[in-house]
């Protein structure tokens, strides 16, 4: 089992949690069984950015964004180098720091 530490988030996870993933699944697979309710509007299909997170350690080991999802980070809340969809993100075998940002597109859009 691979080990991700996700870092507190106001709304999705306030106190912080450590999960255990199974190497194969998606980073959102993983939040989802675990309680942790990320956003994921399209349904986990790459087509909208809901379910982005920044991977802080751990991120070489995820597989390759193919171009599709880098198409659609393009249009995620907060985008950095070190940003994914956890929808497409898998897990191997090292262990994870992951961000939630503050805000997906649907919430900065719920704000304005």
């Not at 991120?59 to 907060?78: C, F, I, K, V, Y």
């Amino acid at each position: 089992m691979t080990q991700i530490v996700v870092l507190p988030h106001s709304e999705y996870c306030p106190d912080g949690a450590v999960i255990e993933a199974d190497p194969g699944t998606s980073i959102c697979e993983t939040l989802l069984a675990n309680d942790i309710e990320i956003e994921h509007a399209c349904d986990m299909v790459c087509a909208c950015t809901t379910c982005h997170v920044i991977v802080r350690e751990g991120g070489n080991s995820l597989n390759e964004p193919d171009e599709n999802e880098e198409d659609m980070l393009d249009r995620a809340w907060g985008l950095c180098p070190q940003s994914r969809l956890s929808c497409r993100a898998i897990v191997s075998k090292t262990d994870l720091v992951i961000e939630i940002p503050k805000y997906s597109i649907n919430h900065a859009k719920e704000n304005h």
